[in-house]
Each structure stands twice: as C-alpha cells, then as structure tokens.
C-alpha cells in the first residue's frame, strides 16, 4: 500500500459496499418470479393428480350395473377437495350393456387448484382447465 492513504482505502471500501446491495435489488425478483412458479406448478401438479383419481374412480364406478349419472358425480365429490366443489364438471358417458365403453370427463379451473401468481408476466390461470378423461368397460 506505497502511495495510498488510509482515506483512500476507506473510500473504496465504502464505494464497493453499494454494488453488493444493487446485486441483490437486481436479482430478487427474478428469485421471487422462480419461486412463485415453482409453488404455483406444484398445486397444479398436485391438483391435476386429484382430477385424474376422481375420474378413475369414478369410473370404476360407472362401469357397475344401474349407475346413474347422479351416483358418478358424487363419487367424484368424494374424492376431489372441497376448494373444487364449485367449479367441478362431470360428463359421463355411461354403456347401456355390458362391454360397452364407460367414459367419464372431470374438469376443474386451474383457478380453483393455485392462486394465479404468474399474471404479472402474461401467464394467467385464469379460463384455462384441468381435465382428466377415463376409459373403462362395463361389467
């Protein structure tokens, strides 16, 4: 340190200081828009694993003999959390004889199943579906 006062040192020590802080400034959002996503595709995921059960069992349920549409539709209750009771839709295409193909539809709002936290950035949940169609045949 030949030629370099001690307010010198100081200075720079006191300069370098506010890049550490405009670092962070910089790069939060992007860590916080990370973070939203990874929680919001996670109870989607979760969610879209509801959906698929509901629709297997009811399914399975479908494909017994003198099952209405009603009896489908509450197993589907059943299975999938309250939070999606409102905006649940079932479509059931139940066979007439046995060895017909039992097809049931469960959709849900992707709404219902996470909070919508990537709309800042042009990706909303908002209108779009969860589905889950199950095939099966009738005993």
Do not use: N
């Not at 962070?24 to 879209?48: K, Q, Y």
């Not at 509450?74 to 999606?84: G, Q, S």
């Not at 193909?101 to 959709?107: F, G, K, L, P, S």
């Not at 849900?108 to 919508?116: E, F, I, L, R």
């Amino acid at each position: 340190m030949v030629g370099t006062s001690r307010s010198t040192i100081a200075f720079r020590k006191h300069r370098r200081s506010g890049v550490l802080s405009m670092e962070l400034v910089l790069t939060l959002p992007i860590l916080a828009l990370l973070l939203a996503g990874l929680l919001e595709f996670t109870m989607l995921f979760f969610a879209r694993g509801e959906v698929v059960e509901a629709s297997r069992v009811a399914a399975r349920k479908a494909t017994l003999p003198g099952v209405t549409l009603e009896d489908v539709e509450d197993e589907v209750l059943k299975v999938l959390h309250p939070r999606f009771h409102h905006s649940v839709q079932v479509a059931a295409e139940l066979g007439e004889r046995s060895g017909d193909v039992v097809a049931v539809v469960v959709t849900v709002d992707m709404s219902a199943a996470a909070p919508d936290l990537l709309w800042p950035i042009g990706y909303s949940l908002q209108g779009r579906p969860l589905l889950s169609e199950t095939c099966m045949i009738r005993e």
